[in-house]
């Protein structure tokens, strides 16, 4: 098994769900993890998990990040440059040899889009050359932006976070709003808004925060923003916006950029992260009141101490769906997670998706989710979103902190010769 | 009673030491709240406390933020404008003018020195004029920075959180360093480096985050700090910062205005909070690696779901003791905590100080608390952080987030005539 793409809260609980699920099986006689993703593979960095203790596999159902390692290799062959076309085909070739070298006949990988087309293409090959593997993806990302799947595990975490992070926020903007006060709250989220839109959960009156949720599928209009700020100001004498990091212009350019403070990085990249602070300055300047900006970064993804319940419940079960799958003969296939029923009454359960028609696809945040303003999501998504944050689970402390496991990764053996993949 | 300056995880159980204490003095026939802190007792604009629910008073005790509305205005006596030295006492005699109006002879004033200040201006005015009053301070602020306390309320429950998000954020870096990642992490303080300093709770091993710790006392040297950077990338292939928003260069100027991307906000005022954005840029110009950055901005210091228990119910005990200080006829003196004992035979007491001696005075982090290179905190430093951090509250939940309390604020009748404070 292997991890790829950005770590979430509950990533580590699908691979549990794997590990604990795959030692139940006969025909699995070892299991592995990828030390990084693919790149452990390529690199033949395997991780023996039979040499972990049973306490540390238990530690993963709380523990952030991704244990195994990540990366953000991809398998680019749909690059339009020959040369990376022939990378990928050589890379895929590469993991067939080292699983080859090691008798591996299943491969479980759990990420977004880009790792379910890496285990498509592993897989093609593999019956190609007619070598018995068996392939299932299992979903992860905070983005919540895989299609065919109710909702992707790490996706009721990140939300249950920020939801309380913005709870908590806006009684401060409460307390001090013997002045008008503006704060904002900048969220990861490139393209969809499935995270920005999460904080509404927040809002339990019309008072509480947040008032105001720029979404990266809203083109961002300045005077009809500006507006909706004095509004909110007129009525509680507070506005608190929650800032999608991908929101754009009505040119589809990302705001960030068109504000030109954080236009480029040290490497000429276009940074993102920098939305907050372009709309502090909008603000600062048309509505004259103070603003204070958050930005949350990696910590949002990561933050354990506020796992949902439901959201560890499905990743485990998710990770376990795929074993099974497996050892049933299933492959090329990403397992999905399915609900029946709604409310407290809430039901899930698992299907399956072509792992091709995962890796091209990306689901956006439907607009008749949204209000006709387009500042907040409406009923039918607190609907959707709210059962995904319910419960909390308790994590052991020390010294007053979080416990969290630490695999100790004894590698296995090489049987292959060097590759150096990066 | 009233609350002052930025709110905190646990003013409010200060709040709810107070009220709850009071009731059992005969002597103290009503509990008010000044609505916003000073501005609610210069306005008249009082809460009657007996009015709330016994369910809201115990509510407060993980309540974040200031339930009674906090605020910013100062009696600037100490200024060189003879119009504010006038305004500072028209706004004094203006609340000995409120308090008699309603017989009020306690007033207990949760807050920094700023409050200190006019709780003791109050008093001595009181005193001049022969009005029986007795003014106690409850200390509180997420800074650390009160003199003659052994630590001020707040300060546990801020280095608890940001302790939990920094050692989340930096498995989420260990995770992805399959290519060399910086993390950068702004949090508060202006002059003091306790907020910063407390983060170092979060490593356990030398490979744990956070690596280096840019603290205010400590002037920021370029070439000092990218040899640590590009040191620690070697051992551990990634590098974990936490920045102190104070943070200034050997000239004494702030280093985010120095890099001049923040230097101004709207009004003109030099805008803290583009202290890890200023360091990013030096990171990713010097050491070529790809480097994140977040900033908790007021989130960090509203974080009541990741309360200290031990802070928590210090904070109570400042406010119960300082109604029966009062009672027993104290005036003009803060609460201070105390401690006794070390590890986990650690029992923290009160005394007092005179609130005319806080108010003058800040409490810096002592030089021989960090280590050599200013890099870090030392074992002294955690000898008496530690403590604080210890035990977890448990919050009740609703839909998935914590219920928080809210009061409702019924206002006793006006006596005086408008008085219009800002």
Redo the contacts between chains.
């Keep these: 098994m292997a ?1 790829s793409g ?2 979430t809260a509950v990533i580590n609980a699908s691979i549990a769900g794997v590990i604990e699920e795959a030692y139940k099986h006969e025909q699995i006689e070892e299991v592995y993890g990828a030390q ?2 693919i ?1 452990g593979v390529l690199n033949e960095q395997i991780i023996d998990l039979s040499e972990e203790k049973n306490s540390t596999i238990k530690g993963l159902l709380y ?5 195994l ?5 991809k398998l680019s062959f749909g690059s339009k440059d020959p040369a990376k076309v022939a990378e990928a085909q050589r890379d895929c070739e590469r993991i067939l040899e080292v699983f080859k070298a090691h008798n591996i006949r299943y491969f479980f990988y759990a990420g977004g889009n880009d790792s379910m087309d890496t285990a498509d293409k592993v897989s093609k090959l593999a019956q190609q050359q007619g070598y018995d593997l068996r392939v299932v993806g299992v979903p992860k990302t905070v983005d919540n932006d895989l299609p065919f799947t109710d909702h992707c595990p790490g996706y009721g975490s990140v939300i ?1 976070y920020l ?3 913005v ?3 806006s ?9 008008p006060t503006c ?1 904002l ?1 900048e969220v990861m989220g490139r393209h969809a808004g499935w995270i920005a839109a999460g904080t509404v ?2 809002k339990r009156t019309d008072e509480d925060g947040p008032h105001i949720i720029l979404l990266p599928e809203v083109p961002f209009t300045q005077e009809t923003f500006i507006a909706e700020v004095k509004e909110t100001i007129a009525k509680y004498g507070r506005c608190v916006i929650v800032v999608g990091e991908g929101l754009c212009g009505p040119d589809g350019k990302l705001i960030s950029f068109m504000a030109g ?2 236009s480029k ?3 000429g990249h276009t940074q993102l ?1 920098g939305a907050a ?1 372009s709309i502090r ?1 909008i603000v ?2 048309e509505v ?1 009141v103070k ?9 949002q ?6 796992t ?1 319940k ?1 959201d560890r419940d499905n990743a485990y079960m998710s990770g376990a769906r795929a074993v099974q799958l497996a050892v049933e003969g299933k492959t090329d296939v990403m397992v999905i997670l399915t609900r029946e029923g709604s409310g407290e009454n809430i039901k899930y359960g698992t299907g399956t998706a072509g792992l091709s028609d995962v890796a091209n696809n990306e689901k956006m945040l439907p607009r008749d989710w949204i209000n006709e303003a387009g500042t907040l999501p409406n009923e039918k998504f607190i609907e959707y979103a ?1 059962p995904l ?4 689970i308790s994590i052991p ?1 020390e ?4 416990k ?1 496991a630490r695999l100790e990764k004894h590698l296995i053996e090489k049987k292959c010769p060097e590759y150096g993949a ?1």
């Design positions: 991890q950005g770590p990084n993703g790149l523990t952030p990040a991704a244990a390692g990540s990366c953000r290799h249950k939801s309380t992070a709870m908590e926020a009684r401060d903007t409460e307390a001090m709003c013997s002045q704060s709250i959960l927040a403070k954080f990085d040290a490497f992260g602070e300055g600062e300047e004259h603003c204070r900006t958050a930005k949350l970064g990696v910590i993804r990561a933050a354990a101490h506020c949902s439901t709210q944050i319910l419960g909390e402390h010294g007053g902190l979080p969290y990066k």
